[in-house]
Nanobody, 122 residues
Framework: VQLQASGGGLVQVGGSLRLSCAASGRTSSSYTMGWFRQAPGKEREFVECITWSGRTYYEGPVKGRFSISRDNAKNTVYLQMNSLKPEDTAVYYC?????????????????WGQGTQVTVSS
């Protein structure tokens, strides 16, 4: 499975971006898809994930601002990011984990995209 993330860029505080992650190869709707991010000098952290059945799970910092979705027909997962803050600045990575269920640990993911830079300016 190959993952291609796109949609990053430079945005002002309070702005929005939508990231996309297109999967190719041996794709399957049974994958749990996740987004992680890594800010300069920090460890990569979990942002949000969506299971094959559409269940979503996120961690605290993005509550009410980020929303993950998927289009299984297009093998694509999206991360809608609203009300962006400077602390959201990071490289965002999409990842795929075989099988159902919520996944929050990096080690649980089998495939990774190359990352897309999001920069929020104040």
């Amino acid at each position: 499975v190959q993952l291609q993330a796109s949609g990053g860029g430079l945005v002002q505080v309070g702005g929005s971006l939508r990231l996309s992650c297109a999967a190719s190869g041996r794709t399957s709707s049974s994958y749990t898809m996740g987004w992680f991010r890594q800010a300069p000098g920090k460890e990569r952290e979990f942002v949000e994930c969506i299971t094959w059945s559409g269940r979503t799970y996120y961690e605290g910092p993005v509550k009410g601002r980020f929303s993950i979705s998927r289009d299984n027909a297009k093998n694509t997962v999206y991360l809608q990011m609203n009300s962006l803050k400077p602390e959201d600045t990071a490289v965002y990575y999409c990842a795929a984990a075989a099988g159902p269920g919520v996944r929050t640990d990096m080690i649980a993911y089998d495939y990774w995209g190359q990352g897309t830079q999001v920069t929020v300016s104040s």
